[in-house]
């Protein structure tokens, strides 16, 4: 495996809202030393932003998957953006 920085923006579909997936996205990108952000969007997604290791980002997408223990993630879209200098550490928004 590699070690090279990648920076994804992932959305999460489903019952994905008011389960305590902000608060579990948070904490285990923490976890795995990410940077980025996550929010719930107004069509009932939550859309997160992730830099880190690709190693790194490759298992928090996994665990996207999963989500926390009351929701149910029909899908996660990925999509690869460019990384940025200085990724913030983990955040929620709105």
Request: proline content about 5%; hydrophobic content about 45%.
């Amino acid at each position: 495996m590699t070690s090279d920085i990648v920076r994804v923006r992932a959305v999460a579909r489903g019952r994905v809202q008011m389960v305590g997936f902000r608060a579990f996205v948070q904490r285990h990108a923490a976890q795995l030393g990410l940077g980025g952000s996550v929010r719930n969007a107004p069509d009932g997604t939550v859309v997160c932003e992730l830099q880190g290791a690709r190693e790194a980002v490759e298992q928090m997408l996994a665990r996207l998957n999963d989500g926390p223990l009351h929701a149910r993630v029909d899908r996660v879209d990925v999509e690869p953006l460019e990384p940025v200098a200085d990724a913030p550490s983990m955040r929620v928004t709105a």
